[in-house]
């Protein structure tokens, strides 16, 4: 029996390494689909967008190529179609130690009718180089010291008057970029200065809180900051919310 044993083992080894232990290709193969399928994430939304916003968006994570892109706008039609170039590096195993690299090609589509974690589909790369997209203009900066200095200060057991606080945000000359909110609330003034963001990172606000014996200017935190968390609202500035944990 033990011989028998013996005799069988390098036909065990021999069926392993032919069809069982999957090949470093294939494992590169499939962390190049998992790159393409977080594109696909990362684009997922109900926002309109055009072909260049989705384009410039994909271009910018770390190690994906811009091959071509169909389609006009994420609400017109189908959507906009897109198709990338992702590498991925993977081995065999125990059997086939050595680590292959590949580079391949995958399309999805970008709509509000796209379903999230859908399978980037498998496509010949397409002839040429990359798209190029033309940097965003750099954001306006957020006065806080300005706006840290002209709001006003009222001393305890004062009224805090929201017509001088809206006076106090236009001396600021904001860039037409920055959008502002004031609300009144219980005795205490909340401002919120925002810059529109791209719908997937943080965005820049600046929130403020004028009350009887105390005036505080604040930016959130980056968790807050993030697209639905709610942390750029003027209501943030009048019952701010916990820290994150």
């Not at 994909?58 to 994420?74: D, K, P, Y």
């Not at 940097?135 to 706006?147: H, N, S, T």
């Not at 008057?161 to 001396?171: I, K, P, T």
């Not at 219980?186 to 810059?195: A, F, K, N, S």
Request: proline share 10%; aromatic share 4%.
């Amino acid at each position: 029996m033990t011989r028998r044993l013996l005799l069988l083992a390098p036909l065990l080894v021999f069926t392993v390494g032919c069809g069982v232990v999957p090949s470093a290709e294939n494992n590169a193969t499939d962390a190049a689909r998992e790159a393409a399928r977080k594109v696909a994430q990362r684009l997922y939304g109900q926002q309109p967008r055009t072909a260049e916003e989705v384009g410039r968006t994909a271009a910018g994570m770390n190690g994906v190529e811009v091959l071509r892109l169909t389609g006009t706008s994420t609400h017109d039609g189908d959507g906009i179609r897109v198709v990338v170039r992702t590498s991925g590096s993977g081995t065999g195993g125990a059997f086939a130690p050595e680590e292959a690299t590949v580079q391949r090609c995958f399309t999805f589509r970008v709509s509000p009718t796209s379903e999230w974690g859908e399978e980037p589909g498998d496509v010949d790369c397409p002839d040429g180089p990359p798209l190029s997209f033309a940097p965003l203009p750099a954001p306006p900066r957020l006065p806080y010291e300005e706006l840290r200095a002209k709001l006003p200060q009222v001393p305890a057991g004062g009224r805090v008057d929201e017509a001088e606080v809206r006076r106090a945000l236009a001396a600021l000359d904001l860039d037409p970029a920055i959008r502002t909110e004031v609300k009144a609330d219980g005795g205490r003034v909340g401002v919120l200065l925002v810059v529109k963001g791209n719908g997937f990172d943080p965005q820049d606000c600046l929130l403020a809180r004028v009350s009887p014996g105390a005036t505080d200017v604040w930016a959130p935190s980056r968790m807050q900051r993030m697209p639905g968390e709610g942390g750029c609202s003027v209501g943030n500035a009048l019952n701010p919310q916990p820290a994150p944990h």
